[in-house]
């Protein structure tokens, strides 16, 4: 068994920071909250530092801080409150964890990502954007600095699960030995079965309304239009060095298989459970050990079938964005990520119809593949790319109204 882990949980306000914490309480044995982030809800971090008893906070700014203190008034003493964005990255990187939860949503997550990855934690990814805008750089850093990267996106926490390796998690260079094909399975969203020409006057909450998943706003959005499934096409293909045309998509509307993965014997591994984050959560916390997580049993006489198709691209454009932005290379990818962060917040303020999230983000990728190519040599690029193809993607939302 692992020794006492402390834990960095940054997004702890969000539903994978929720789940964090919820495995977190179950194992007072061999887990503990070091410290815990959140960008707005100050009274909702003031009730989990006081749950959990973690002694770092982090939140965005003085007036974030002082709403904190306001939330606090606990007759213990207060947290340490570090403030901004610098503070995440060094909270992350802090001799006071061993594991970093990667749980904020966004590229905003990626500096902190980064920094845990640098400092050599046992690094728990949820925030997928991270790899997206700079997965050679992320993965680099994992190998460079000893880090251990487990995956708790389902689908590739799913995929860990069915790849051979020993006792360690690394960052590979090239496909693990005898596999032939990762297969991701993606529920379809809300909209699977609606006609495309049926959804311009789709409202948040509609969009919202996962079938199977219980999520934040924005992955749900993503889900909807199925640019979620495009992201963690992008995403498999820097965790497990698989090259894009070796990596399937298929819909799979109950949300019971996670993921598969083919080997070159015809086997097909898969990993089954409910949709639940705790399960991958769970995993990451406890690997290579198995740690209770509080989820129920699958019953699969009660599902009684398991469907699978394959994903209809005219229904889905944004899925066929990511592919095309893979193929182009990174700052495609980073444009891709960007101008969907910028169109995604631009329909949850009712600012954009939501079929034209796919148009802001095509014309976003498309503005980038007229940019002469740069080197994208360090973190620093990586941001600055990212802070063009937001601004070109929030002048597309104004030209759409
Ligand atoms: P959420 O919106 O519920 O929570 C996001 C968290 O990030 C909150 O704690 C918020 O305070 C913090 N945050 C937001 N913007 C920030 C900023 N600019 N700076 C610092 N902190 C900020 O999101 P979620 O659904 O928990 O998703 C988190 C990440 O995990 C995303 O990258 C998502 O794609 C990924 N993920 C989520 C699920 C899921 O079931 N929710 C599943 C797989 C992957
Ligand atoms: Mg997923």
Redesign the pocket.
Known sequence: MRAFQRIAV??????????TLDVIARHPDRLGVFAL?????MEKLAAQAQASGARVVVV?DADAASRFRVAWAGTASSPEIRVG?AA?ADTAADAGCDTVM?????A??LP?ALAAARAGKRVLL?????LVAAGSLFMAAVRDHGAELLP???EHNAIFQCLPHGDRAAAPTRPAAGVRRLILTASGGPFRDRDPEDLHSVTPAQACAHPN????????V?SATML?KG?EVIEAHWLFAMPPDRIEVLVHPQSVVHSMVEYDDGSVLAQLGLPD?RT?IAYGLGFPDRLASGVGLLDLARWGRLDFEKPDLRRFPCLALAFDALSAGQGACIALNAANEIAVEAFLQGALPYTRIAAVTAATLEWHAGLPSVTLNGLDDVLAQDAAARAHAARAVLADR
Request: charged content about 15%; cysteine-free; proline content about 4%.
């Open positions: 940054l997004g702890s306000t969000g539903s994978v920071g929720e789940s982030s959140a960008n707005t809800r965005p964005a995440l990667a749980a904020i949503v966004g905003a997550g902190s949820a925030n997928k954007e991270a708790i996106d389902s998943w219980s999520m934040g706003r924005k992955i749900s993503d979620n992201l984050m991958p």
